[in-house]
């Protein structure tokens, strides 16, 4: 008779795992629009059967919270259900044994202090407040509100130019977007409940690359009113486009040489190559857009004046200013900003970095792309220094190793504490201070903390800053517009407040952000520019959406793009990343599973064919 035995998972063990990996799926899958009551009781089960039950604010105290979360969504509960919830999920929250009641009971506080009136509503009217006004998931995170699973199914029949007409109805920026879009429709897409979320900008790269040229849908006729915009990058270049497509006369003021905001002077061209951002830029001006470059706002002309010659403004200067760390020695010969480094690249003046050591103080995708251009351009050592664990890093996970790929040395867990230099002022190397992860801080990642350990030296020659980008205000700010920390105050619609005829919107409202999100902010103000101004002008496209295929794509693995290899990509700025074959491309366009038409898209009209 043996004493032990070798432990190995029975058939029921192996069943509830599957089941477990199931629901973890269908979370991820949860599209918006949920009603968030009826969410918090089904995670609370979940919670529920979890516990040992040891404790009584668990076995007791989690049902009787079932019990009243139940009571409200029968439309049976009253205010003192409410009352009783929130002092009951305080008491389990302070009482539990162990996490799992704890964060059981938080979890439905939250609810209660978040969506109040949605409590509320069901209390007193017997119905959810929560309006499903897309209910398409990957549509309804996209910012802009692209047709997504209209043009994946048009991929899907090698309609390309169709493809990207549907694209441009909402996202004049489409071959752009295609190469550098951080693709937040893919986060709850449906088809992660059966395997994975469909590869959506891979599929838009492939139209935008076999599609050839598209024009842009002729201007509706002239209304005789004239719009200024302050800022060629995605933003206001997306105003632009819409406005002059409805038939106003659009001038567009950039301070720099170039068009292309920091899609030009903020992403490196083995991104984002200059020569398919200008693909984007020849269809937007085909509209008849104006464009005076070399100007600066508030030296060569003023707010005042421009205000004077047009009937309406859309400010969306975008966020380019530098920020400093704010440590001994940062004016030190060799200390530089993202913000600098990048402009001068975009410019096509490349700065020579040939057997330097390179540090990069920063954990976003613009310190990820100072990382990687300075090892194209020729430094001996490339080292990124950022205060958290690489978890925390904001940065894509592509471009983390793809860093890491091409020998750039990611170093977490220090934090920039001063700078020393030689003799001569020059920067000889960057102090550290080693961190340890603390308590959560509001946006849920750790804080980090000094650790008890001695600062560390990191011999370098040149010291990138990419903390983040500031607005430059000042010239707004004098003429009255309002500014609260830092940012333009503009409400939703991109109203100025008090200032008629002036709108803002994108970086300078929101700080820094995505290209899809300038975009979308682009594309509201348009709409309500052309409000103001006394028009209701639609835009729309005829192209009609394939029928669904009554087939069904058995689960597999999704197709992700493959760059070419780390030692052949790093020393140049050439295109790192390769396109689909048109095999992937058919693949990968069937797997999805046409939430526009089941999945309450058409029950809730989900196809928004114009606005």
């Not at 004049?172 to 979320?197: G, I, K, L, Q, Y």
């Not at 205000?473 to 609260?484: A, C, L, R």
């Not at 396109?579 to 928004?608: I, P």
């Amino acid at each position: 008779m043996s004493r032990l035995s070798i432990i190995t998972p029975n058939k029921a063990q192996t069943v509830v795992e599957g089941l477990y990996r199931d629901v973890e799926r269908r979370i991820i899958a949860s599209p918006p629009g949920l009603c968030p009551v009826d969410m918090a009781a089904a995670f609370l089960k979940l919670c529920h059967a979890q516990t040992c039950g040891k404790c009584v604010p668990c076995r007791v105290g989690l049902g009787q919270l079932q019990v009243l979360l139940e009571r409200v969504l029968d439309g049976k509960g009253s205010e003192d259900d409410l009352q009783l919830i929130e002092k009951t999920a305080r008491v389990i929250k302070n009482s539990a044994d162990c996490a799992i009641g704890t964060e059981a009971a938080e979890m439905v506080l939250r609810g209660v202090l978040g969506f109040r009136d949605d409590y509320l509503e069901h209390i007193h009217n017997k119905r959810c407040l929560f309006n499903i006004y897309q209910p398409v998931p990957c549509v309804a995170l996209c910012p802009a509100n692209v047709d997504i699973p209209g043009y994946i199914a048009l991929v899907s029949h090698e309609r390309y130019a169709d493809a990207v007409r549907l694209i441009r109805k909402d996202n004049p920026f489409v071959t752009s977007c295609a190469m550098v879009c951080e693709h937040p429709c893919e986060a709850r897409c449906r088809r992660n409940m059966v395997d994975d979320a469909i590869n959506i900008r891979a599929l838009k790269r492939y139209a935008v690359d076999n599609a050839g040229v598209v024009p842009a849908p002729p201007c509706a006729e002239p209304t005789g009113k004239k719009v200024a915009i302050l800022g060629g990058g995605p933003g206001g270049l997306s105003a632009a486009y819409y406005l002059a497509l409805m038939g106003h006369h659009v001038e567009v003021f950039e301070k720099h040489k170039k068009l292309g905001g920091m899609l030009r002077y903020g992403i490196p061209s083995y991104r984002l190559p200059r020569e398919r951002l200008d693909e984007d830029l020849e269809a937007i001006l085909s509209t008849g857009i104006t464009v005076h470059t070399g100007v600066d706002v508030g030296k060569d002309v003023t707010l005042p004046q421009l205000k004077e010659a047009f009937d309406c403004i859309y400010i969306s200067i975008g966020a380019q200013s530098d920020k400093k760390i704010g440590i001994e020695g940062e004016d030190k010969r060799g200390v530089m900003s993202a913000v600098q480094m990048l402009r001068s690249i975009g410019d096509g003046a490349l700065p020579d970095f040939r057997k330097k050591r390179v540090v990069v103080v920063g954990g976003g995708n613009v310190a990820m792309d100072c990382t990687r251009s300075a090892k194209r351009l020729g430094a001996e050592s490339v080292t990124c220094v950022y205060r958290r664990r690489k978890v925390d890093m904001t940065a894509l996970p592509d471009e983390i190793e793809g860093a890491i790929g091409e020998g750039c040395e990611i170093m977490c867990m220090h934090a920039p504490l001063r700078i020393s230099g030689d003799e001569d002022d020059n920067v000889t190397a960057l102090w550290a201070q080693p961190q340890i992860v603390g308590p959560m801080d509001s946006g849920g990642r750790p804080r980090p903390m000094p650790a008890d350990a001695p600062p560390v030296r990191i011999p370098c020659d040149i010291i990138i800053v990419a903390i983040g980008q500031g607005i430059e205000t000042q010239p707004f700010e004098e003429y009255g517009v309002p500014i609260k920390r830092g940012v333009i105050d503009a409400m939703a619609s991109s109203d100025v407040e008090n200032i008629d005829g002036v709108f803002a919107g994108g970086d300078c409202v929101t700080g820094p952000a995505t290209v899809i999100r300038a975009i979308a902010a682009g594309k509201v103000a348009a709409a309500n520019i052309d409000e103001y101004l006394g028009f209701n002008h639609q835009i729309t496209v005829d192209v009609e959406i394939p029928p669904v295929r009554l087939n069904t794509m058995p689960a597999g693995g999704r197709v992700n793009t493959t760059e070419r290899s780390a030692g052949e990509r790093n020393h140049d700025f050439n295109l790192i990343e390769c396109g689909l074959t048109h095999e992937e491309a058919m693949q990968e366009s069937c797997r999805c599973l046409r939430c526009d038409h089941y999945g309450y898209g058409n029950f809730k009209g989900g196809r928004v064919d114009k606005w």
